[in-house]
């Protein structure tokens, strides 16, 4: 059976799953497979579940075949779709980071809180009603734990920074991380001849960027193959490419902690580091030659700029509030 044109084979049994979400190669779901078993890490909004089981069904997988539901982080982007899916997988067991796992068995703290930011009718669009994960079928990860997926070892490491409830998965057989967002972004319409251009991402609640630069550099510390990302898809190829990728994040990253406390006590901060940040993007941009246009790069870019910036601000402001 051909596989479906929102699924792509990454080799080594990886497989990358569009979920569909905002547009076409913007959020991944990826199924790893080996020896008739598989597992899913992360699985986009309620939305993509069809796609998902859509992929087993292109693969010869039956739905007893899948041992594991990893979500990277519970963010609804990345997780939102997991209760649904398990539905569906009757041999499944969901591994998530341990300051997430509540999230998923009880889900009402994570719409109430998207509620708040999209209202009913764009949560309900984007996302779907969450649907609650059973006890029982879920576990929490520890540091440097390993599963196995039919003799594939699997390894999970805390990976903070973007958020507290974040993990990472190390595949020994790709010689690949499942980042999440711990490695950035890196939109496929952005690639040039000088290869994918990547950009960290905060989150409006939980950014550090001390302990993303620790988790980057814990990351690339194995050596890496390929990193893949969920915004969007595989990068590497080498150790040196990934090396430069991370060097890369590790200066954007400082370069966004430094416009922030420029701006720390500006009136008009939000719009500042708003306007700032996109302008860093286009530059980046520029200098890796991609001559698309400036405009539709705003346009993809706006959602990030507005998150980064909000993540920002709220690590700004942090210390004042502790004390």
């Known amino acids: 059976m051909p596989l479906p044109d929102f699924v792509q084979d990454l080799g080594h049994g990886v497989y990358a799953v569009d979920t569909g979400f905002q547009r076409p190669r913007f959020d991944a779901a990826y199924l790893v497979t080996q020896g008739g078993s598989a597992a899913f890490i992360d699985t986009g909004t309620n939305h993509a579940v069809p796609r998902l089981l859509a992929a087993l069904d292109a693969l010869g997988l039956a739905r007893d075949a899948v041992d594991w539901i990893i979500p990277t982080h519970v963010h609804l982007d990345h997780a939102g779709g997991t209760g649904l899916l398990l539905q569906q997988l009757p041999q499944a067991r969901v591994l998530v980071h341990a300051r997430g796992l509540r999230h998923l068995v009880d889900p009402k703290a994570l719409w109430l809180g998207a509620l708040a930011v999209y209202g009913e009718a764009e949560m309900l669009r984007s996302y779907g009603k969450l649907v609650a994960v059973p006890a029982e079928r879920i576990e929490a990860s520890t540091d440097e734990q390993v599963i196995s997926l039919a003799g594939r070892p699997l390894r999970l490491i805390d990976a903070p920074g973007h958020a507290r409830h974040h993990h990472v998965i190390w595949d020994e057989a790709s010689r690949g991380w499942f980042t999440g967002d711990s490695f950035g972004l890196s939109y496929r319409e952005f690639d040039t001849a000088a290869g994918p251009w990547v950009l960290p991402t905060t989150t409006p609640v939980q950014f550090e960027p001390e302990a993303l630069k620790a988790t980057i550099e814990r990351m690339l510390g194995r050596e890496p193959l390929q990193m893949y990302l969920t915004h969007y898809g595989a990068i590497g190829g080498s150790v040196a490419q990934l090396r430069r990728h991370g060097d890369a994040l590790l200066l954007q990253l400082d370069a966004?902690?430094?416009?922030?406390?420029?701006?720390?006590?500006?009136?008009?901060?939000?719009?500042?580091?708003?306007?700032?940040?996109?302008d860093g993007y286009l530059a980046g941009l520029a200098e890796r030659g991609w001559a698309g246009d400036p405009a539709q790069a705003r346009e993809w870019l706006a959602m990030d700029a507005e998150l980064n910036a909000q993540g920002l601000e709220v690590w700004l402001d942090r210390p004042a509030k502790a004390g």
């Not at 500006?266 to 996109?278: I, Q, T, V, Y």
């Open 256 to 278: 966004m902690t430094a416009l922030a406390r420029s701006l720390q006590h500006a009136p008009d901060r939000h719009e500042r580091l708003k306007s700032g940040l996109l």
